[in-house]
Protein backbone atom coordinates (compact mmCIF):
# COMPACT_ATOMS: atom_id res chain seq x y z
CA UNK A 1 0.00 0.00 0.00
CA UNK A 2 2.64 2.27 0.80
CA UNK A 3 4.59 1.68 -2.41
CA UNK A 4 0.88 3.81 -4.18
CA UNK A 5 0.85 6.67 -1.76
CA UNK A 6 3.07 8.55 -3.58
CA UNK A 7 0.56 7.72 -6.87
CA UNK A 8 -2.72 8.56 -4.57
CA UNK A 9 -1.23 11.80 -3.88
CA UNK A 10 -0.68 13.04 -6.82
CA UNK A 11 -4.40 11.67 -8.20
CA UNK A 12 -5.69 14.07 -5.63
CA UNK A 13 -3.26 16.91 -5.88
CA UNK A 14 -4.39 16.91 -9.28
CA UNK A 15 -7.90 16.96 -9.29
CA UNK A 16 -7.87 19.62 -6.60
CA UNK A 17 -5.87 21.98 -9.18
CA UNK A 18 -8.52 20.99 -11.81
CA UNK A 19 -11.40 21.87 -9.74
CA UNK A 20 -9.58 25.49 -9.21
CA UNK A 21 -8.45 26.21 -12.27
CA UNK A 22 -12.16 25.75 -13.27
CA UNK A 23 -14.09 28.04 -10.43
CA UNK A 24 -11.13 31.06 -11.26
CA UNK A 25 -12.02 30.44 -14.71
CA UNK A 26 -16.00 30.57 -13.85
CA UNK A 27 -15.86 33.88 -11.52
CA UNK A 28 -13.54 35.44 -13.96
CA UNK A 29 -16.28 35.20 -17.08
CA UNK A 30 -19.61 35.19 -14.35
CA UNK A 31 -18.39 38.11 -12.23
CA UNK A 32 -16.98 40.45 -14.98
CA UNK A 33 -19.94 43.09 -15.33
CA UNK A 34 -17.64 45.17 -17.48
CA UNK A 35 -18.34 43.27 -20.20
CA UNK A 36 -20.55 44.50 -22.70
CA UNK A 37 -23.60 42.40 -23.74
CA UNK A 38 -23.43 40.65 -27.20
CA UNK A 39 -24.64 43.74 -29.60
CA UNK A 40 -24.82 46.28 -27.20
CA UNK A 41 -23.59 49.69 -28.96
CA UNK A 42 -20.93 51.67 -27.51
CA UNK A 43 -21.85 54.73 -26.17
CA UNK A 44 -21.65 57.87 -29.06
CA UNK A 45 -18.57 60.10 -29.02
CA UNK A 46 -19.18 63.35 -27.86
CA UNK A 47 -19.75 65.99 -30.38
CA UNK A 48 -17.68 69.45 -30.18
CA UNK A 49 -19.56 72.82 -30.35
CA UNK A 50 -18.92 74.92 -33.29
CA UNK A 51 -16.82 77.90 -33.00
CA UNK A 52 -18.92 79.39 -36.08
CA UNK A 53 -21.23 81.74 -34.32
CA UNK A 54 -18.00 83.51 -32.25
CA UNK A 55 -18.18 86.11 -34.90
CA UNK A 56 -21.36 87.54 -34.57
CA UNK A 57 -22.76 88.96 -31.39
CA UNK A 58 -24.73 86.27 -29.16
CA UNK A 59 -27.73 85.91 -31.11
CA UNK A 60 -30.07 87.49 -27.65
CA UNK A 61 -27.71 89.89 -26.66
CA UNK A 62 -29.11 93.50 -25.58
CA UNK A 63 -25.90 94.82 -24.25
CA UNK A 64 -25.42 98.02 -25.41
CA UNK A 65 -21.72 98.49 -23.22
CA UNK A 66 -18.52 98.72 -24.38
CA UNK A 67 -16.31 99.47 -21.48
CA UNK A 68 -13.26 101.38 -21.73
CA UNK A 69 -10.67 99.14 -23.80
CA UNK A 70 -7.58 97.85 -22.20
CA UNK A 71 -4.52 97.92 -23.90
CA UNK A 72 -4.76 94.24 -24.59
CA UNK A 73 -5.17 92.79 -27.94
CA UNK A 74 -6.87 89.61 -29.55
CA UNK A 75 -4.62 88.00 -30.91
CA UNK A 76 -4.52 87.32 -34.57
CA UNK A 77 -3.56 83.82 -34.60
CA UNK A 78 -6.10 81.38 -36.20
CA UNK A 79 -6.58 77.90 -34.42
CA UNK A 80 -8.08 75.01 -34.95
CA UNK A 81 -11.52 74.34 -33.32
CA UNK A 82 -12.57 70.81 -31.60
CA UNK A 83 -15.80 71.75 -33.46
CA UNK A 84 -14.43 71.72 -36.69
CA UNK A 85 -12.57 74.29 -38.91
CA UNK A 86 -10.06 77.43 -37.60
CA UNK A 87 -10.94 80.63 -35.63
CA UNK A 88 -9.61 83.98 -35.86
CA UNK A 89 -9.49 85.20 -32.27
CA UNK A 90 -9.64 88.83 -33.30
CA UNK A 91 -12.82 87.87 -35.30
CA UNK A 92 -14.67 87.22 -32.02
CA UNK A 93 -17.45 89.44 -31.11
CA UNK A 94 -18.82 89.57 -28.06
CA UNK A 95 -19.95 90.15 -25.08
CA UNK A 96 -17.64 87.00 -24.33
CA UNK A 97 -15.53 85.19 -22.13
CA UNK A 98 -12.25 83.87 -23.58
CA UNK A 99 -10.67 81.22 -20.81
CA UNK A 100 -7.37 79.94 -21.28
CA UNK A 101 -6.71 76.30 -19.70
CA UNK A 102 -5.26 73.25 -19.87
CA UNK A 103 -5.72 70.09 -18.66
CA UNK A 104 -2.31 69.84 -17.16
CA UNK A 105 -3.41 73.26 -15.21
CA UNK A 106 -4.74 72.62 -11.64
CA UNK A 107 -5.94 75.78 -11.09
CA UNK A 108 -8.00 76.06 -14.92
CA UNK A 109 -9.46 72.14 -14.33
CA UNK A 110 -11.03 74.19 -10.79
CA UNK A 111 -12.33 76.50 -12.36
CA UNK A 112 -13.95 75.18 -15.00
CA UNK A 113 -17.02 74.09 -13.44
CA UNK A 114 -17.81 77.51 -12.71
CA UNK A 115 -17.03 78.68 -15.86
CA UNK A 116 -19.71 76.29 -17.76
CA UNK A 117 -22.30 76.87 -15.14
CA UNK A 118 -22.40 81.11 -15.98
CA UNK A 119 -21.91 80.10 -19.71
CA UNK A 120 -25.23 77.64 -19.38
CA UNK A 121 -27.02 80.50 -17.53
CA UNK A 122 -26.11 83.07 -20.02
CA UNK A 123 -26.99 81.35 -22.97
CA UNK A 124 -27.75 83.42 -26.35
CA UNK A 125 -26.34 86.56 -24.11
CA UNK A 126 -22.38 86.18 -23.66
CA UNK A 127 -20.48 83.62 -26.41
CA UNK A 128 -17.70 81.17 -24.28
CA UNK A 129 -14.74 80.09 -25.82
CA UNK A 130 -11.76 77.91 -24.38
CA UNK A 131 -8.52 78.33 -25.12
CA UNK A 132 -7.03 74.74 -24.56
CA UNK A 133 -2.98 75.82 -24.10
CA UNK A 134 0.16 74.09 -24.34
CA UNK A 135 -1.74 70.68 -24.55
CA UNK A 136 -1.90 67.47 -25.82
CA UNK A 137 -4.96 67.54 -28.29
CA UNK A 138 -6.74 64.29 -27.11
CA UNK A 139 -6.14 64.83 -23.43
CA UNK A 140 -7.80 68.47 -24.07
CA UNK A 141 -10.56 66.76 -25.88
CA UNK A 142 -10.78 64.59 -22.73
CA UNK A 143 -11.18 67.14 -21.02
CA UNK A 144 -13.79 68.99 -22.45
CA UNK A 145 -15.80 65.95 -22.21
CA UNK A 146 -15.21 65.29 -18.47
CA UNK A 147 -16.24 69.00 -17.67
CA UNK A 148 -19.22 68.66 -20.24
CA UNK A 149 -18.17 71.85 -21.35
CA UNK A 150 -21.08 73.23 -23.87
CA UNK A 151 -19.50 75.74 -25.43
CA UNK A 152 -16.84 75.72 -28.40
CA UNK A 153 -13.02 75.39 -27.44
CA UNK A 154 -10.07 75.72 -29.59
CA UNK A 155 -6.53 74.48 -29.68
CA UNK A 156 -2.78 76.60 -29.09
CA UNK A 157 -0.53 73.74 -28.87
CA UNK A 158 2.28 76.46 -29.08
CA UNK A 159 0.57 79.07 -26.42
CA UNK A 160 0.02 81.77 -28.99
CA UNK A 161 -2.34 83.39 -27.29
CA UNK A 162 -0.97 83.18 -23.88
CA UNK A 163 2.18 85.14 -25.65
CA UNK A 164 1.01 87.39 -27.38
CA UNK A 165 -1.14 88.57 -23.67
CA UNK A 166 2.23 88.29 -22.15
CA UNK A 167 0.94 86.05 -19.59
CA UNK A 168 3.15 84.23 -17.40
CA UNK A 169 0.94 81.15 -16.84
CA UNK A 170 -2.87 80.21 -16.94
CA UNK A 171 -5.73 80.42 -16.19
CA UNK A 172 -6.28 83.37 -17.99
CA UNK A 173 -10.03 84.95 -18.65
CA UNK A 174 -10.41 87.77 -21.20
CA UNK A 175 -13.73 90.17 -21.58
CA UNK A 176 -14.49 90.88 -24.63
CA UNK A 177 -16.90 93.48 -25.94
CA UNK A 178 -19.50 93.67 -29.14
CA UNK A 179 -16.99 95.50 -30.93
CA UNK A 180 -14.13 92.66 -30.40
CA UNK A 181 -12.21 95.10 -28.05
CA UNK A 182 -10.63 93.56 -24.86
CA UNK A 183 -12.43 95.43 -21.49
CA UNK A 184 -11.19 93.48 -18.93
CA UNK A 185 -8.14 90.59 -18.42
CA UNK A 186 -8.29 88.36 -14.93
CA UNK A 187 -5.52 86.59 -14.37
CA UNK A 188 -6.19 86.20 -10.25
CA UNK A 189 -6.83 83.21 -8.51
CA UNK A 190 -9.05 79.85 -9.49
CA UNK A 191 -12.86 81.63 -10.51
CA UNK A 192 -16.03 80.49 -8.61
CA UNK A 193 -19.25 80.74 -10.04
CA UNK A 194 -20.07 83.77 -8.05
CA UNK A 195 -17.21 86.07 -8.95
CA UNK A 196 -17.39 85.45 -12.83
CA UNK A 197 -20.90 86.22 -12.39
CA UNK A 198 -19.63 89.34 -10.97
CA UNK A 199 -16.62 90.16 -13.61
CA UNK A 200 -19.77 89.14 -16.47
CA UNK A 201 -22.10 91.62 -15.09
CA UNK A 202 -19.69 94.66 -14.20
CA UNK A 203 -17.29 94.33 -17.46
CA UNK A 204 -19.76 93.41 -19.64
CA UNK A 205 -22.74 94.90 -18.90
CA UNK A 206 -24.97 91.74 -18.76
CA UNK A 207 -27.28 90.64 -16.14
CA UNK A 208 -26.98 87.12 -15.45
CA UNK A 209 -30.37 85.10 -14.89
CA UNK A 210 -30.23 83.30 -11.58
CA UNK A 211 -29.11 79.59 -12.18
Known amino acids: MKRYLPLVVLLVVGLLAGIG ?24 AMSFADCEALTKPPAESTSARSG ?3 SVKLPTASLPCFGGGDLRLAD ?14 EPCRAELPAVEAVAKRTTG ?13 SNGEDMVTEFGLSYPSVFDQNEQVRVALKQAGIPVTLFVDATGKVVHLY ?13 VQRHLGVAVPVG
Open 21 to 44: VRSCSDRSSSDDSSAEPVGSAAPP
Open 125 to 137: LVHFLGVDTRDIR
Open 68 to 70: APT
Open 187 to 199: NGTALDEAALTDL
Open 92 to 105: VRGPAVINLWGSWC
